[in-house]
């Protein structure tokens, strides 16, 4: 294979102009994937969803070693997945008003989950819990999901909601945005 002609000046250049571009782009992924998120963002009102808390790290470099979440008014017959090798607890709670369980009427159920084990920080890993909206939630509305991320001696509050839409906060609640109900979906 013949020889390329090389130009060092330019490839040097592209280095330089390629790192430049990576530097922002990798503090970027880092800051978005920073904190605890919730999938789906969001889902009609009335749906029956499978939830998953996606955590990314641990906390300044010390391992993960229980999760628990709130879950909102709204969100109803919620049913945490095990983990293996993590201990499951729920405590139970009324809900705000009665929900409909197709034609029995359910005062109360899971109103937090904790997953307690061990996620090394340079590990990722998934919580995941079922439920279902309600269907009378407004279409644009905001469920929060407030995580509380434990490290040993130190604990993350993923639990900061905007004061106004749109509006940044350092520890923001993991949340689903409420979309219209689906008429012909089938509801749980």
Not at 30 to 50: D, E, M, N, W
Not at 126 to 138: C, P, Q, R, S
């Amino acid at each position: 294979m013949p020889d390329l002609p090389h130009f060092p000046q330019e490839s040097a250049m592209k280095r330089i102009f390629i790192t430049a571009l990576a530097i922002p782009l990798a503090l970027a992924g880092t800051a978005a994937l920073a904190h605890v998120k919730l999938t789906p963002a969001q889902a009609p009102a009335g749906s029956a969803i499978r939830a998953v808390l996606a955590v990314p790290h641990g906390c300044e470099g010390a391992a993960t070693t229980s999760l628990s979440v709130t879950l909102p008014d709204g969100f109803y017959l919620a049913k945490p997945m095990p983990k293996p090798g993590w201990t499951l607890t729920t405590q139970d709670g009324d809900y705000p008003a009665p929900y409909d369980d197709h034609g029995t009427m359910r005062a109360q159920g899971v109103r937090r989950i904790a997953w307690t084990g061990e996620l090394p920080d340079a590990w990722y890993d998934e919580f995941v819990f079922t439920g279902t909206l309600g269907g009378d939630l407004a279409p644009g509305a905001t469920l929060y999901f407030p995580v509380e991320q434990t490290c040993g001696a130190r604990v993350e509050h993923w639990t900061g909601v905007p004061a106004a839409e749109g509006a940044a906060v350092d520890d923001p609640a993991p949340a689903l945005t409420v979309q219209p109900a689906d008429e012909h979906a089938h509801h749980h």
